[in-house]
């Protein structure tokens, strides 16, 4: 089984991975069948973090109910998450203390002492890195330096296998992602025989994104956090880039967006919570891409566009190739979730629900409450993308209507497609037709989802 290994560094990596959890939720295609989340933020509570991992645990438990082979027409949930370390993060010790303690400041000489006030000013040395780095690169490559030693890393290590990748999610304009993802990738590259595998990590098929400004922050003069400083330090982390990464990684992706809002300037910890955005989605549709291009012998470089430059990106929008890769799975995922949270529990007298064994007590269940539980951070994510700057709006939103089949904003419904019963209706008659297919041998959960998404692919294709 290939595996794909995903480091997500700080905040924006975190994000990234949360949108890439409703993609694979939704049945984007993606090549390999395992995926490896790995967290790095020495800011153990930071909200984005916290959030991500509620979601992929929700993930992994209704992943772990489902079954697949060769007849099972599912795609819904089809990639394996596995967990290779708590809360799928590497742990960064003694990240809870002042910069200067860290570094051991006041045991140093006159001249060291010299030294580090050139390279740190006296807000970085008594900067408090509980919550991070704040924006400071320099100071997160020295903090940072020591993850590849710690039990975390070595289990990566000691689990990869030969045919397995690895790809890195950082942003360039911060302090955690920007010093974050030279030092991981150096210590991948030039792994030695302290580490299990380091042959194989040295030779592994790497890919990278960068993601460049895409937000802003709002003036606070008690943050160390400014936003006038972004390009400055983008600037300065792309020329280390050009000579120091990007000949390092098979595929090296980057986006960024001059349309951006300004969020509240929280440092980190649990206020951090940044609204879902498009780039965050378009930044996990690079992994997608990476785990579903065939091998280079050369390094290459992308970068992302759409068709369109709208303030409020709709699929249309999108160019062909993303357009196929989300239209299709985000509809059908938008359609389960409108029937399960609108219709289901009022509909157990249909066809489909004795045929599936569906009842009150399954809908009761703990399955079905994660899935609910996870369909609303799905939906929350929609709300977010549409909300913010630039938008992402492909859905019209409306959980109460009943022209579910006009829910795809900008895309005209084929003329003749739904002669006979409308809407809900239809649906329901689809889901009592694709009953009679499935395997009665199959656990509930399976037929619940086979079920679901064999009718909603069939309502998508005649749409």
């Not at 916290?50 to 060769?70: A, E, G, H, P």
């Not at 809870?96 to 010299?114: H, P």
């Not at 065939?294 to 992308?302: A, D, F, M, Q, Y």
């Not at 630039?390 to 109460?400: A, H, K, Q, V, Y």
Request: with cysteine; glycine share 6%.
């Amino acid at each position: 089984m290939s595996k794909l290994y995903i480091f997500g560094i700080g905040g924006t990596g975190a994000r990234v991975l949360k949108s890439l959890t409703f993609l694979l939720a939704s049945g984007v295609k993606c090549n390999v069948d395992t995926i490896v989340p790995i967290i790095i933020d020495p800011d153990a509570a930071n909200g984005d973090v916290s959030k991500t991992t509620d979601i992929l645990r929700l993930y992994q438990n209704i992943r772990s109910k489902l079954t697949f082979d060769n007849e099972t027409k599912n795609e819904f949930f089809k990639t394996q998450v596995e967990s290779l370390t708590d809360n799928f993060r590497i742990k960064i010790q003694n990240s809870n203390k002042k910069f200067k303690d860290f570094i051991d400041y006041s045991s140093l000489d006159k001249n060291n002492k010299a030294l580090t006030s050139l390279l740190f000013s006296e807000r970085n040395l008594n900067s408090d890195m509980e919550v991070g780095f704040k924006g400071n690169p320099n100071m997160g490559s020295v903090v940072l330096n020591q993850f590849n030693q710690s039990e975390d890393f070595e289990k990566f290590a000691s689990s990869f296998s030969q045919g397995d990748k690895i790809f890195i999610i950082s942003s360039i304009f911060g302090g955690t992602g920007a010093s974050g993802f030279p030092l991981l990738l150096k210590t991948i590259r030039s792994a030695g025989p302290q580490l299990n595998n380091f042959a194989l990590l040295q030779q592994a098929q790497i890919g990278a994104i960068s993601v460049l400004p895409y937000f802003g922050v709002k003036k606070d003069e008690d943050s160390d956090i400014e936003k006038s400083t972004f390009i400055s330090k983008t600037k300065a982390a792309l020329k280390y880039y050009q000579h120091g990464v990007n000949e390092s990684v098979d595929a090296m992706y980057y986006i960024g967006d001059h349309h951006n809002k300004d969020y509240d300037n929280n440092e980190g910890s649990v206020a951090q919570k940044n609204d879902a955005h498009f780039i965050e989605l378009a930044s996990a549709l690079a992994i997608l891409n990476f785990t579903n291009s065939p091998l280079r012998s050369e390094p290459v470089v992308k970068e992302f566009g759409i068709e369109k430059d709208s303030a409020s990106i709709l699929f249309t929008d999108l160019n062909d190739i993303t357009k196929d890769n989300l239209l299709k799975p985000l509809t059908q995922y938008y359609l389960f979730h409108l029937y399960t949270k609108k219709k289901l529990r009022n509909n157990l007298d249909m066809k489909f629900a004795a045929m599936l064994e569906l009842s009150s007590a399954f809908l009761s269940s703990d399955f079905y409450g994660k899935f609910r539980l996870f369909n609303d951070q799905y939906w929350e994510w929609l709300e977010q993308m549409k909300l913010n700057e630039r938008g992402f709006d492909p859905f019209t939103m409306e959980e109460n209507t009943e022209d579910i089949f006009d829910s795809v904003k900008g895309i005209k419904l084929k003329n003749g497609s739904f002669l006979g019963p409308k809407n809900y209706e239809r649906y329901t008659e689809y889901l009592s037709k694709s009953s009679k297919s499935i395997k009665k041998a199959s656990n509930i959960e399976n037929k619940f989802f086979e079920n679901f998404y064999i009718t909603t692919n069939k309502l998508v294709q005649e749409k």
